[in-house]
């Protein structure tokens, strides 16, 4: 073979070489470029991992469980029974298609309804629920009043059963007529208002005060002590009103002047009002500071007191 020709073979060979390095090149870019997209489509963690020195394992936190929350009704089976009852006594078994017929059966599937004569009284004007007392096994025993128009009274025991949360109900049996409960002495609670406050500062200041609050006359906050809030019965019930008794628990009450600033007493006011029905007997529990040789009101408290003094 001649130099030149070899020559020329040489240099096809080395074209060649070159040619098939350049495509390994190609491809490795391309594998490259392949596998980087690859992993950007796996998403941020993929990624991470791609791009670290060594294997690292990745775990996905598990979301927490959210707590469970339970809640509790307090179990008052009085409304139910009062309902039940008020439907019962409205209903007659000769007319099971009335309302207050079909709601005594929801309440109460298994109890029978009354059958009241044609000319009997009729239902009554209010059924109140006055107390309740709980027996074993979750079951309740309601005493229910109902008042009739002749202002008689009659009382009935329910049998009720309500569930641990005191969502469901049921009455059980049929009403139980029962005496109706008996009147209780009213304990003297401390403190016994047994000085006698006579005419004077402190009268004064409790009638006008009661004025302001129960008749709209004049501004209430002039007989208020500093940092006392309170406002009056709006609108104003009554027209008039007359202070008939003053008592107080503290001998300071029923001095003849007012004493020294920072005094503190606590009074019981009796009251007469009146508007365009009638005359109506109130009472009030107040506290009064002195300060700057008057009285002041610091407390309003109605419907605690006992009047322990003499009249």
């Known amino acids: 073979m001649s130099p030149a020709k070899q020559a020329s073979q040489g240099e096809a060979a080395a074209a060649m ?27 941020p963690i993929a990624l991470c991992v791609a791009v670290a020195s060594g294997p690292t394992t990745v775990e996905a936190a598990t979301p927490a469980k959210p707590a469970s929350v ?28 009335t309302a207050q017929a079909r709601l005594a059966q929801s ?22 629920a006055l107390r309740r007392a709980q027996r074993d096994g979750g079951t309740w025993s309601v005493t229910v009043a109902a008042q009739y128009a002749d202002s008689t009274v009659r009382y009935f025991a329910v ?3 309500a569930d641990s949360t005191g969502a469901s109900f049921a009455v059980t049996g ?27 500062d402190l009268s004064s200041a409790v009638g006008e005060f009661l004025a302001a609050y129960l008749t709209g006359a004049g501004e209430i906050g002039r007989y208020l002590a500093p940092g006392v809030t309170l406002s ?10 007359s202070v008939q008794h ?4 503290e001998e300071a009450a029923a001095a003849e002047t007012v004493p020294a600033d920072g005094t503190t007493v606590r009074v019981l006011v009796q009251v007469e009002a009146r508007d365009a029905d009638g005359r109506w007997p109130l009472a009030y529990e107040l506290a009064l500071t002195a300060r700057s040789s008057r009285w ?12 322990g003094g003499a009249r």
């Open 107 to 128: 309440l109460a599937p298994d109890v029978e309804l009354p059958d009241p004569a044609a000319d009997a009284q009729p239902a009554p004007q209010s059924v109140t």
């Open 174 to 200: 049929a009403p139980g007529v029962v005496a109706g409960p008996g009147r209780a002495e009213a304990a003297k609670s401390a403190p016994a208002y047994g000085v006698r406050v006579p005419e004077g």
């Open 232 to 241: 009056a019965v709006s609108p104003a019930p009554y027209a008039a009103l």
């Open 159 to 161: 049998p009720v059963a």
């Open 296 to 307: 002041e009101v610091a407390a309003l408290q109605s419907g605690t007191a006992q009047d």
């Open 246 to 249: 003053v008592s107080a628990v």
């Open 17 to 43: 070489a070159a040619g098939a390095r350049l495509e390994a090149m190609r491809r490795r870019v391309r594998l490259s470029r392949m596998a980087v997209w690859t992993v950007i489509a796996a998403g």
């Open 70 to 97: 339970r809640t509790t009704a307090a179990v008052d089976p009085g409304g139910y029974a009062q309902l039940f009852v008020s439907a019962w006594l409205r209903s007659s078994a000769d007319d099971t298609t």
